[in-house]
Nanobody
Framework: QVQLVESGGGLVQPGGSLRLSCAVS????????MGWYRQAPGKQRDLVAG???????LYTDAVKGRFTISRDNAKSTVYLQMNNLEPEDTAVYYC????????WGQGTQVTVSS
């Protein structure tokens, strides 16, 4: 049984930074096709950043240049470095595969507010 545990969220002022972590445990899961998603109140859960099959990365336009996805295979952990945060980034952040086929974790709340 795969388990995804997100952490690192919090309250930050506009322009601030956070680094989210996603610890992957259970059945061996390749970190090469993982992504980060977010869901704001009343909105659907959308992909924010992810790894592609070609070995690259992709980002939604709203976060390009501000967010960076990375992974540490030895620690079975995927990260999301978020810089220059904006109020519009406020959401619950989740990790999952790029096909969303793993059980969702509890997510981590990110609130950007002055």
């Amino acid at each position: 049984q795969v388990q995804l545990v997100e952490s690192g969220g919090g309250l930050v002022q506009p322009g601030g930074s956070l680094r989210l972590s996603c610890a992957v445990s259970g059945t061996i899961v390749s970190l090469y096709f993982m992504g980060w998603y977010r869901q704001a109140p009343g909105k659907q859960r959308d992909l924010v950043a992810g790894f592609t099959y070609g070995g690259g990365t992709l980002y939604t336009d709203a976060v390009k240049g501000r967010f960076t996805i990375s992974r540490d295979n030895a620690k079975s952990t995927v990260y999301l470095q978020m810089n220059n945060l904006e109020p519009e980034d406020t959401a619950v952040y989740y990790c999952n595969s790029m096909t969303r086929n793993l059980p969702w974790g509890q997510g981590t709340q990110v609130t950007v507010s002055s």
